[in-house]
């Protein structure tokens, strides 16, 4: 199943981060391109980063000023999640809030799908948030 269309939204946290990024990369026409690829302790992996092509497929969504682009496929697994910055004593990073995670990882960086296809839960063993 691939989408067409996707709601994901950025926190005011996140979004003035990726502005200040957008802007520290002196190239205003990027976007935030984010992506669900295989791996990671949880089954699936998240991937962020700023880029400026576009590919065919491509889902693009505009939210506080800021362009998020997700292909078709990694579409299915964030219809709905929320991209948080968060600020802590050992510096800042981006989450992903999903509700379509069944399990995640307790540094958010994988998770394990919702669906009755995932097969059972797998443990966080060898992650970098243990």
């Not at 990369?25 to 302790?41: E, H, I, K």
């Not at 699936?44 to 693009?60: F, S, V």
């Amino acid at each position: 199943m691939s989408l067409t269309t996707i709601n994901i939204t950025l926190t005011e946290e996140a979004a003035q981060e990726l502005t200040t990024l957008i802007q520290e990369t002196n190239q205003p026409d990027s976007f935030l391109r984010v992506w669900v690829a295989g791996g990671g302790c949880s089954g699936l992996q998240y991937g962020m980063a700023l880029d400026n092509n576009r590919e065919e497929g491509d889902i693009e969504v505009r939210d506080k000023d800021i362009t998020i682009v997700v292909d078709s496929l990694s579409a299915q697994y964030l219809e709905g999640a929320t991209i948080q910055y968060r600020q802590d004593m050992l510096g800042g990073g981006f989450k992903i809030e999903n509700p379509n995670a069944k399990h995640s990882c307790g540094c958010g960086s994988s998770f394990t799908p919702n669906d009755e296809q995932s097969g059972e839960e797998q443990s966080c063993q060898g992650c970098k948030c243990n």
